[in-house]
């Protein structure tokens, strides 16, 4: 299998364990801006504590972020990197639809690996 293909999948394991161990709750920003919690895990406990930050912009983004949504979002990846790597998988190139082969993955999967980057591992050539 392409070492690629090989790469891309541990990598959503790394993400499952950073949102586990971030306990894989859904978080929130609170609704009263008095609130001294600037964002709270579905349980009601504190996550981030408003001691001057965030600002607005960082408690929306952090809430939206949240190890839930990451969870949802490795699930996703697994999926699609599940189907490419069945052979009969037909990928769509920029100059058309494709046969994926091992040894020449498709724009999906590395765009797929373009979040990580910089993880130890990824190659430039496989840069889309």
């Known amino acids: 299998?392409?070492?690629?293909?090989?790469?891309?999948?541990?990598?959503?394991?790394?993400?499952?364990?950073?949102?586990?161990?971030?306990?894989?709750?859904?978080?929130?920003?609170?609704?009263?801006?008095?609130?001294?919690?600037?964002?709270r895990d579905s349980k009601g406990e504190r996550v981030v504590c408003d001691e001057g930050w965030p600002s607005e912009g960082q408690e929306v983004h952090i809430a939206e972020w949240d190890p839930a949504r990451v969870l949802r979002e490795i699930d996703a990846k697994r999926q699609i990197i599940a189907l490419h790597a069945r052979a009969h998988h037909q990928c769509v190139a920029?100059?058309?639809p494709t046969q994926w082969h091992a040894s020449d993955p498709c724009t999906t999967l590395r765009l797929l690996a373009l979040p990580y980057a910089d993880r130890p591992g990824y190659r430039e050539e496989w840069r889309p």
């Open 1 to 39: 299998m392409d070492d690629l293909v090989l790469w891309l999948r541990a990598q959503p394991d790394e993400d499952e364990r950073i949102a586990r161990e971030a306990g894989g709750l859904a978080w929130s920003r609170p609704e009263d801006p008095g609130d001294p919690a600037a964002i």
């Open 94 to 96: 920029e100059d058309g």
